[in-house]
């Protein structure tokens, strides 16, 4: 067997680990990212984390189906002393989208909640006409 001298400044045996790291929804909030989809029984309910963004910063479009949440925030920090200037810029991104399913009132804009850094999206499903029973009755033939 080989030996293999280890070299801590190998970044490429660091990327070529597999990184499995399960995603946890309030891991996954407080970090910045994720999309949950899920379904009750009158509403579909999308909600995005977007920590740190403005509501009016905040752009939701539905085009042919797609609905795309779109948000941007940027920071600028500026200094000046007598001996130093000092600048910084921090832009956050966040880009979602889904498809949505067949059985959503496309004709009723859907409720936006915004509520500590998580967009909550809600579309009212159709709802289902019950199955209607038929009765059938026999005739009888008489001559």
Do not use: C, H
């Amino acid at each position: 067997m080989a030996l293999i001298r280890w070299n801590p400044w190998n970044l490429q045996s660091l990327l070529e680990d597999d990184w499995d790291i399960p995603t946890l929804p309030g891991i996954s909030r407080m970090m910045g990212q994720g999309l949950n989809l899920y379904e009750t029984e009158d509403t579909i309910v999308a909600e995005a984390a977007l920590p740190g963004i403005k509501e009016e910063k905040i752009d939701i479009s539905i085009d042919e189906g797609i609905v795309r949440i779109t948000a941007t925030s940027e920071e600028n920090t500026e200094e000046k002393n007598k001996r130093r200037y000092f600048m910084s810029s921090m832009t956050q991104s966040y880009n979602y989208s889904f498809r949505l399913p067949q059985g959503v009132i496309t004709d009723e804009e859907p409720v936006a909640e915004l509520s500590q850094g998580v967009l909550t999206v809600t579309f009212r499903k159709i709802q289902k006409a019950e199955p209607k029973k038929i009765a059938v009755t026999t005739k009888s033939l008489e001559k």
